[in-house]
């Protein structure tokens, strides 16, 4: 049973580049959940899919935006990057809005 | 701002000992929570949940209680082992369909 999957593993970007990042939930869930996290921080809410809409939406500008496909994996776009959207960036799924979420491993973003 | 925080932002046992991590949350209308293992380079791992209407729940070599009078959360691991060496978050879901909010974790070092 493959657990949630994001590419790529690491990234470099440079200043006002924009970035996808991409992730497949766990197998049976249908529902994804992006966090950024900083260095020594906590995860920080993105935003949510559930049925190819975003449903919740943390405090995070329009530059990040996303997609969930019918195969229930889900994009994560940033625009116009900044040097402190360098961070970890984490996928989780669920089945349902409301159940566990599971992590995958993140992706490395480092601004330049 | 945050209403979960941690009590203490590093923890050292030695091997065999048990763990307590402690956690505070500060909304009484939070009714889930849950402790995930950081280890580095990973994403969060599911650890352990509780529900409000609990106050206790056990997992393997691992205990959460919950203590809704002065909003506290702990996880109690027992015979700790090199391996559990990580970073600990508790994580909380305010009510209904609200995201995940983590605190910013506590790093656990065993000691040989």
């Known amino acids: 049973d493959a657990g949630v999957t994001q590419s790529p593993t690491h990234l470099i970007k440079t200043r006002g580049q924009q970035v996808t990042l991409r992730c497949s939930p766990k197998s049976g869930h249908d529902t994804v959940s992006w966090y950024q996290q900083a260095l020594g921080q906590g995860p920080q809410f993105i935003f949510q899919y559930y049925e190819e809409e975003e449903r919740q939406r943390g405090n995070f500008p329009d530059r990040f935006s996303g997609h969930q496909f019918p195969n229930y994996s889900s994009e994560l776009n940033v625009n116009a990057l900044l040097l402190g959207d360098s961070a970890l960036y984490l996928c989780a799924s669920s089945k349902g809005i409301s159940d566990t979420q599971y992590f995958g491993p993140g992706t490395r973003l480092t601004v330049l | 701002g945050e209403s979960v925080g941690l009590h203490l932002p590093t923890l050292s046992v030695q091997e065999g000992d048990n763990s307590i991590i402690n956690c505070a949350y500060s909304?009484?209308?939070?009714?889930?929570f849950i402790w995930y293992k950081q280890e580095s380079g990973k994403g969060p791992q599911f650890i352990i949940d509780?529900?409000?209407?609990?106050d206790k729940r056990q997992g393997q070599r691992v205990t959460v209680l919950l203590n809704k009078t002065v909003k506290h959360l702990s996880l109690q691991i027992a015979a700790t082992q090199p391996g559990d060496s990580a970073v600990y978050f508790c994580?909380?879901?305010?009510?209904?369909?609200?995201?995940?909010?983590f605190g910013k974790g506590t790093r656990l070092s065993v000691i040989a």
């Open positions: 994580a909380e879901i305010l009510s209904g369909n609200t995201p995940l909010v």
């Open positions: 909304n009484s209308a939070s009714d889930y």
């Open positions: 509780i529900r409000s209407n609990m």
